[in-house]
C-alpha cells in the first residue's frame, strides 16, 4: 500500500530528487532578490504619514501646503560674553555671513539683522534658517551648514557655535541609530554560531542553520522593496526583519536538523531519517510558521503605519524561512549526509558521550510529572508573581529627554531649550479653510493669538505663516516643556480642549488640527491603547483554530494560549520592575523615564506569541506523535517534552543571546526590546515549557486531547509520520 506523506514530506522528496535544482533555485532567488530589491528601491514612511491621528491629519496639510520645513537653529553662547560684547558679536556675524554663503540656507534670520534670538541673559543667541527641499533631501544639504558652522566654531574657539535642527538632528540620530543596529547585527552572527556548534558539536551542522537563516533574511530585506511601493516601510524594518529572521530561520532548521540527526542515531537510513525528519519536524515547522505569520498579521490591525511596515516585514521573512526549511534545507542535508558531522569539537563530543545521548531536561522533566500539583502552583505562581507588576504599566512615548545624553546633538539640544524654554515643545496649530488671510478665519486666528499671548502654557513669540494659496496657516505656539514630558503635555490639552475650541467656535467651513512632539506622542499612545484590545483578541483567536485543527483538541489551544499570556505578562512585569521602577538603571547605563515606551507592549505580544508557538508546536506534535504510536499519554508527554528540550533550549539560547545584544545598545527604545523579548523567551523555554507544560498536562491525562462531538468533524492530521522507506529517487 502506498504510503500517504504530508506537504512537508512531499516536499522534501522532490527536494532530495532535485538537489541541483533546488539548491540552485534557492541560491538564485537570493540573487535576484537582491537584484530586483536595489532596482526597484524601498520606499521609506514620511513623516506626516508615519503620525497618526489629529496630528497626523495636521502634518499632512503643513506637507501638502509645502508649510513643513526643515528649521535650523544655530546656538552661539558664552558664560562669560553676552550680546552687545566685540567678540560675541563678531562670532555671531561671522557665523551669519558664513550661512549666507552656504549654497542650502533659505530664510535667514540673525540677531546681526534684528532677527533671531537673543537669551533673557544675553549669554545665548540663535541664528535661525531653513533648508529646502523634503526631509531626505535636506538630511543631504545640510552638510553644507554644518561645514559651515564647524568653521565658525574653529573660528572662535572661546565661544560656543553649534547647530541644532530637524535635518541635522535627524543625520546625527540616524548615524547612532545605524551604529548601534549595525553593531547588533554583526554581533548576532557570530553569537549565533558559537550557540549552534554548543548545540550539534559540529561545525558543518552549525553552519547550516546559519546560512539558511542569514540567506532567507538577506532575500527578505531585499524583497521589501516590491511591497514597500504599496506600502511604505518604516526605517527600522530591517532591524527588525533580521531579528525575527535570524530567530525563527535558525529554529526552523534546527528543529529539522535536531531530528534528521537522532533518526540516523536510532539506525535508520539516511533517506530515511530525512523523511521522518520532513514528516514530523518538517511538519511542525509548517504549523508553526504558519502560526507566527497569522500572530505578526495582528499587527495590520495597529491602524499604525509603522507596525503596518513591521507586519509585512516580519510575516515575509517567516514565510521565506519556512520555504527555506522545508525545499533547500532537506537538499542541503541529502547532500551532505553524514558529512553534516563533520567538524566535530572534541570537548562537547566527549561529554555528549558521557551523557549518553540523554537531555538533562529528561531528569528534570520526569520530577515534575511526579509531583504536578507542586511544580504547576509553584511555576505558576512565579509567573503571576513576575506578572503583577504589569498592571501598573504606565505608557509613555521616548522622547529626546531619553536620548543617551553623550550624543553631542543631545547636548545642544538641552543648550538650546535651557536658554530658550518653548523652542523644543511648540505645538502647530493648522487651519485649513478657503481663505485664512481675512473673514472670520483671520478673525479666529488673531484671537487664537491673543488667547496664548495670555496663556500661562504658551511661553514664546506666537508666529503665524500661510500657504501661497491662503488655504493653509500654522500657528506655532511655544509652550512650557520639553518636548513629549508631562508638562508639554498638559500644555497641548490645554490648547486642543480650551483655546482652540474658544477661538474658533461658530466659524463655518475651517478645519483645526494639532500637532507637535507632544501631540504626535498623545495620538501615537491613543492609537495603541484603542487598538491592543482588537489586536490581542486576533491573534489569540487565530492561534486557538490553528491549533484546534491541527491537534483535534478544544484543551490544547486553551493551554497553549494560556501559557503563552503568562510568559508574555512575565515579560511585561520585568519591564515594569526595570524601566518604569528603574530596577537596574546603572547596571543596564539607562535613567528611566517613568514608563514603558508605548508602541512595545503591542510590538512584544504579536513576537513573543509567534516565538513562543513556535516551540509550543514543536513539542506537541512530538507529544501527539506518541500517542498516535500506542504510547499512554503521561508517557508520551515525558518522552516528547524530553526529546525536544534540548532543540528547544538551543533555540531559545540563540534568541536569548541575540535579543540580549539590543539590552547593550544606548537607544532606550532598544534596551526595552532587547529586555522584554529575551527575558520572554528565557522564561517560555524554561519554566513554561519545561515545568508548567508537563506538570498540566500530567493533570490532564487524555483529556489533553478532548474534542467535543460536534467538533468530530475537524479532518484528522497524521503526526506520526509514514514508517516507511522512501522510493529510490
Same mark, same amino acid.
Given at each position: ?85 566685540? @567678540? %560675541?558679536?563678531?562670532? !555671531? +556675524?561671522?557665523?551669519?555671513?558664513? /550661512?549666507? &554663503?552656504?549654497? #542650502? =540656507?533659505?530664510?535667514?534670520? $540673525? ?87 554548543? @548545540? %550539534?558539536?559540529?561545525? !558543518? +551542522?552549525?553552519?547550516?542553520?546559519? /546560512?539558511? &537563516?542569514?540567506? #532567507? =533574511?538577506?532575500?527578505?530585506? $531585499? ?87 513591521? @507586519? ?21 542535508? $541529502? ?395
Amino acid at each position: 500500500m502506498q504510503a500517504k506523506f504530508n506537504i512537508a514530506a512531499r516536499a522534501a522528496r522532490w527536494s532530495t530528487a532535485h538537489r541541483k535544482i533546488a539548491i540552485f533555485g534557492w541560491l538564485a532567488f537570493v540573487l535576484v532578490s537582491v537584484f530586483v530589491g536595489g532596482a526597484v528601491g524601498q520606499k521609506t514612511l514620511s513623516d506626516s504619514k508615519s503620525v497618526p491621528g489629529e496630528a497626523g491629519r495636521a502634518e499632512a496639510a503643513l506637507e501638502a501646503a509645502r508649510l513643513k520645513p526643515n528649521s535650523e537653529l544655530v546656538l552661539i553662547q558664552s558664560g562669560d560674553l553676552e550680546a552687545g560684547d566685540a @567678540a %560675541f558679536d563678531s562670532a !555671531v +556675524a561671522d557665523a551669519t555671513q558664513r /550661512l549666507r &554663503a552656504s549654497p #542650502a =540656507v533659505t530664510h535667514l534670520s $540673525s540677531p546681526t539683522q534684528g532677527g533671531g534670538q537673543v537669551s533673557a541673559d544675553g549669554h545665548s543667541a540663535l541664528i535661525e534658517f531653513e533648508v529646502p527641499g523634503d526631509a531626505e533631501q535636506a538630511e543631504t544639504r545640510v552638510d553644507s551648514s554644518l561645514a559651515a558652522v564647524a568653521a565658525a566654531q574653529r573660528a572662535h574657539p572661546g565661544i560656543r557655535v553649534e547647530q541644532f535642527g530637524d535635518a541635522s538632528a535627524n543625520k546625527a540620530l540616524e548615524a547612532v541609530f545605524s551604529e548601534d543596529l549595525g553593531k547588533a547585527e554583526t554581533t548576532s552572527l557570530p553569537i549565533t554560531l558559537i550557540v549552534l556548534v554548543l @548545540a %550539534f558539536g559540529a561545525l !558543518v +551542522a552549525a553552519f547550516v542553520p546559519l /546560512l539558511i &537563516a542569514f540567506s #532567507a =533574511v538577506l532575500a527578505t530585506v $531585499s524583497l521589501l522593496a516590491i511591497p514597500s511601493q504599496l506600502v511604505p516601510m518604516d526605517p527600522n524594518v530591517s532591524s527588525v526583519v533580521v531579528l525575527v529572521g535570524l530567530a525563527v530561520g535558525v529554529d526552523y532548521s534546527l528543529f529539522y536538523l535536531r531530528r534528521e540527526r537522532e533518526e540516523r542515531r536510532a539506525g535508520r537510513s539516511a533517506e530515511a531519517s530525512l523523511l521522518a525528519a520532513a514528516a514530523t519536524s518538517g511538519r511542525a515547522v509548517l504549523v508553526s510558521g504558519a502560526t507566527v505569520i497569522a500572530s505578526m498579521a495582528g499587527m495590520l490591525l495597529s491602524g499604525d503605519p509603522t507596525f503596518t511596515s513591521f @507586519a509585512v516585514g516580519t510575516m515575509t521573512v517567516v514565510a521565506v524561512a519556512m520555504f527555506a526549511s522545508l525545499t533547500v534545507l532537506p537538499a542541503v542535508l $541529502s547532500k551532505l549526509g553524514d558529512k553534516v558531522d563533520r567538524g566535530r569539537i572534541p570537548f562537547i563530543g566527549r561529554l555528549r558521550a558521557r551523557r549518553g545521548g540523554r537531555s538533562a531536561w529528561a531528569g528534570i522533566v520526569e520530577r515534575v510529572m511526579r509531583r504536578p500539583v507542586v511544580s504547576l502552583v509553584a511555576s505558576a505562581g512565579l509567573l503571576v508573581a513576575l506578572a503583577l507588576p504589569a498592571l501598573g504599566m504606565h505608557l509613555v512615548v521616548s522622547g529626546a529627554d531619553d536620548l543617551p545624553r553623550d550624543i553631542p546633538v543631545v547636548q545642544t539640544y538641552d543648550r538650546v531649550t535651557a536658554a530658550f524654554p518653548g523652542e523644543a515643545a511648540s505645538s502647530q496649530v493648522v487651519v485649513e479653510a478657503g481663505d485664512t488671510a481675512s473673514g472670520p478665519v483671520a478673525a479666529a486666528i488673531a484671537d487664537l493669538r491673543e488667547r496664548a499671548a495670555a496663556s500661562r502654557v504658551v511661553n514664546g513669540p506666537v508666529a503665524v505663516e500661510r500657504s501661497r494659496d491662503g488655504k493653509v496657516a500654522s500657528i506655532d505656539l511655544p509652550t512650557v516643556g520639553r518636548g513629549s514630558d508631562a508638562e508639554a503635555t498638559a500644555a497641548l490639552a490645554t490648547i486642543r480642549e480650551r483655546m482652540v475650541p474658544a477661538a474658533f467656535a461658530g466659524v463655518p467651513g475651517v478645519d483645526v488640527n494639532v500637532t507637535g512632539m507632544a501631540a504626535q506622542s498623545k495620538d501615537f499612545g491613543d492609537l495603541v491603547a484603542q487598538r491592543l484590545p482588537l489586536v490581542f483578541a486576533f491573534v489569540l483567536g487565530l492561534a486557538f483554530l490553528l491549533l484546534l485543527f491541527t491537534f483535534r483538541s478544544i484543551v490544547v489551544p486553551i493551554k497553549a494560549i494560556a501559557l503563552n499570556l503568562l510568559s508574555v505578562g512575565a515579560a511585561y512585569g520585568v519591564l515594569v520592575l526595570v524601566f518604569q521602577d528603574g530596577l537596574g538603571e546603572s547596571l543596564l547605563g539607562f535613567h528611566s523615564n517613568g514608563g514603558v515606551s508605548s508602541w512595545l507592549p503591542m510590538f512584544l505580544f504579536v513576537i513573543l506569541f509567534g516565538l513562543s508557538m513556535d516551540y509550543h508546536v514543536l513539542i506537541l506534535s512530538r507529544v501527539r506523535e506518541g500517542v498516535d504510536r500506542g504510547m499512554s499519554s503521561d508517557e508520551a508527554v515525558r518522552r516528547g517534552i524530553a526529546a525536544t528540550a534540548g532543540t528547544v533550549t538551543s533555540a531559545a539560547l540563540v534568541m536569548v543571546a541575540v535579543f540580549s545584544i539590543f539590552a547593550t545598545l544606548s537607544i532606550l527604545d532598544m534596551k526595552e526590546m532587547g529586555i522584554g523579548l529575551a527575558v520572554a523567551v528565557l522564561i517560555d523555554a524554561t519554566i513554561v515549557r519545561a515545568v508548567l507544560l508537563p506538570a498540566a498536562m500530567k493533570l490532564l491525562g487524555d483529556r489533553n486531547w478532548y474534542l467535543p462531538r460536534s467538533l468530530g468533524w475537524l479532518p484528522r492530521v497524521e503526526h506520526a509520520g509514514p514508517q516507511v522507506e522512501p522510493a529510490k529517487a
